[in-house]
């Protein structure tokens, strides 16, 4: 007899019997896959019966062209399914669009390349949805075939995600709900908005569950709710227990016993919650996502990159440390239910602290010297270049001698650095989170000496805006003046630092310059007894990332802050020879920041 779980006025109800989800976030996409089946057991632990995950689109298919990948990390159906088989529901918030700080907020960046869609994202207007449409039809079968109506452990779906926040296309909400129904979805739909009046109207769609997400007064949450929709369950569907980090802004916490507080209320009343996050997990790679808040009249918008970790000060930390809101957690959903939680797994093993010395390194722009160039007139987006995040350096020669002038970079959305005839002018940013660069907005003087002057920028990409009207966030420049006049004719060298790429370590660095950054290289051998979890600490190095046996775990940034150390899982190390890649990308190649410092505990600022 297959389970079921349906609706019935202010419950839920599962096999006809009043139910309270308590559910955790925890993303697949955030979590090693070996290390899936741990967190899920600390979930359990903190006695959850739930969890709740997004789907990320651009982590399936971050380039056009190739198709959604599905297996390893990505194995969406593999993780539903080990939650399944361990006792958990399954709630899926499958998008396409999902916040979530995450690189364009889920969005891959290769649908900034079509116009069309890229005008309208989150509208009903065809160019979009053809997309939307052509990415459900290959991720919506592996969802549907593991719901509760089929034996699975999947309870409830949402269509799209918070849309109040940002618009009141009802035919938009429609279509989502619809293309879920149309592909097989016969679960539970629901959507999850603000509690406010606004957000409501412009994100609930009629006949689908609506729910709330906040990290306070829930009391007066649920009121509001309950306006807009007085006959039906009351769920929390983010109850933000913590917050994130942005570079250059302090490191976010919440007392266990403001956050417990709340949890209590909710389920005294009879709520149902879901914990934003129960484990938050790791931004590895380039997926960490950024906000851009308007700010004060004449100041222009204000950007905020967001750092790697992903921890969220939640109960189980980024490292699957168990904290004192794990506990409390624990002790008001064991007195609320009367239920014995089963024990955590032990605390993971971790390597020992330990220096690691660099021993090679790559001059930046020599390794951009040996990729193909692109040339157009014009400068080109990291997108247009066929480049999810990394490095590209803009090259284009101008007459002289001539009298020193303004360099003007329009629409910078990143990191930049200009060099004119070999000589450092100068580094600008679109965030002051770093002192070493200039605003943005702000122009280069420059001195044009030469018959012919060598212009190169070079341009290190940030994380793309993931929430509100600021969305549509492409990398790179979108044009370069010398005083009022406009340069052409554009040489480009990008390298995709999604992955390592293919480094010839054999040779060293043949420019003399360096100021653009390099790869430094390391190995630590490792016997089966040194393996564990790590925090990796980099003193006297600058801004970059750091790649452990060719994965990316993400970007550092130390004049910056708040993280000062970055996790590295113990499934990435191995017994043998260990490969550490620093790609930095501000210090000269021959002023390394020094030895790479693995600690046993984390420093997230």
Not at 37 to 43: I, N, Q, Y
Not at 54 to 66: D, K, L, Q, R
Not at 128 to 152: K, M, N, T
Not at 416 to 434: I, M, Y
């Amino acid at each position: 007899m297959t389970d079921t779980f349906t609706v019935a006025g202010q419950d839920f109800l599962r096999d006809g019997v009043a139910h309270q989800i308590i559910s955790g976030a925890v993303h697949y996409f955030r979590v090693p896959r070996a290390l899936w089946e741990d967190r899920l057991r600390r979930l359990l632990a903190m006695g959850a019966n739930a969890v709740e995950t997004y789907v990320a689109w651009n982590f399936h298919a971050p380039h056009a062209g190739t198709g959604p990948d599905f297996t390893g990390n990505a194995d969406l159906g593999a993780y539903i399914d080990l939650a399944g088989d361990l006792g958990l529901d399954v709630i899926v918030r499958p998008g396409p669009y999902i916040c979530a700080e995450w690189d364009l907020g889920g969005f891959p960046s290769w649908l900034l390349t079509d116009d069309a869609a890229a005008g309208a994202l989150r509208t009903s207007d065809p160019a979009y949805l053809a997309h939307v449409d052509e990415w459900f039809d290959a991720l919506i079968p592996i969802i549907a075939e593991r719901q509760l109506s089929r034996g699975g452990p999947v309870i409830a779906v949402q269509a799209e995600n918070e849309y109040g926040s940002y618009g009141n296309d009802a035919a938009y909400l429609r279509a989502m709900a619809d293309g879920l129904r149309a592909r097989g979805i016969d679960v539970l739909l629901f959507t999850s908005d603000g509690p406010e009046p606004l957000m409501l109207a412009g994100g609930t769609v009629p006949g689908l569950l609506a729910t709330a997400n906040f990290g306070s007064r829930q009391a007066e949450a649920f009121a509001e709710l309950a306006r807009a929709r007085p006959d039906q369950p009351g769920m929390c569907m983010e109850f933000w227990n913590g917050w994130f980090d942005h570079w250059g802004v302090e490191h976010h916490t919440r007392s266990a016993e403001s956050a417990a507080a709340e949890l209590a209320g909710m389920l005294a009343d009879g709520r149902s919650v879901n914990f934003y996050m129960a484990h938050g997990g790791t931004n590895f790679g380039v997926w960490a996502g950024a906000n851009c808040h308007d700010g004060q009249a004449g100041a222009g918008p204000r950007f905020e990159p967001t750092v790697t970790s992903y921890d969220y000060d939640a109960p189980i930390a980024e490292d699957g440390t168990l904290t004192p809101k794990f506990e409390a957690f624990r002790d008001v959903i064991a007195a609320h239910t009367g239920r014995t939680p089963p024990a955590p797994p032990p605390a993971p093993a971790r390597l020992a602290p330990r220096t690691v010395e660099v021993q090679s390194c790559l001059d930046l722009g020599a390794v951009l010297d040996g990729v193909p160039r692109v040339l157009a007139p014009t400068p080109r987006s990291f997108e247009r270049l066929g480049l999810h995040h990394g490095v590209v350096r803009y090259v284009t020669t101008v007459p002289g001698p001539m009298p020193a002038a303004d360099l003007h970079l329009d629409g910078l959305a990143d990191l930049a650095t200009v060099v004119v005839n070999s000589r450092l002018v100068g580094r600008l940013g679109r965030t002051q989170a770093d002192p070493g660069y200039g605003p943005a907005g702000d122009g280069l003087r420059v001195e044009l000496d030469q018959p012919v002057n060598t212009v190169e920028i070079t341009v290190t990409s940030l994380g793309r805006v993931n929430f509100g009207r600021h969305l549509r966030d492409s990398k790179g420049l979108q044009a370069v003046r010398l005083a009022h006049q406009h340069l052409f004719s554009w040489t480009h060298a990008g390298l995709d630092l999604t992955t390592l790429p293919e480094l010839d370590w054999t040779a060293r660095a043949s420019s003399a310059v360096g100021v653009s950054g390099g790869l430094h290289r390391a190995v630590l051998d490792l016997t089966e007894q040194d393996v564990g979890d790590a925090h990796l600490a980099l003193p006297g190095w600058h801004h970059g990332h750091v790649f452990l046996n060719g994965c990316n775990l993400g970007r550092y940034w130390n004049p910056a802050g708040p993280q000062r150390t970055l996790y590295a899982p113990a499934p990435l190390w191995r017994a043998g020879a260990n490969e550490l890649v620093i790609a930095e990308l501000t210090l000269p190649v021959d002023a390394p920041g020094g030895p790479i410092e693995i600690w046993d505990r984390p420093d997230l600022g």
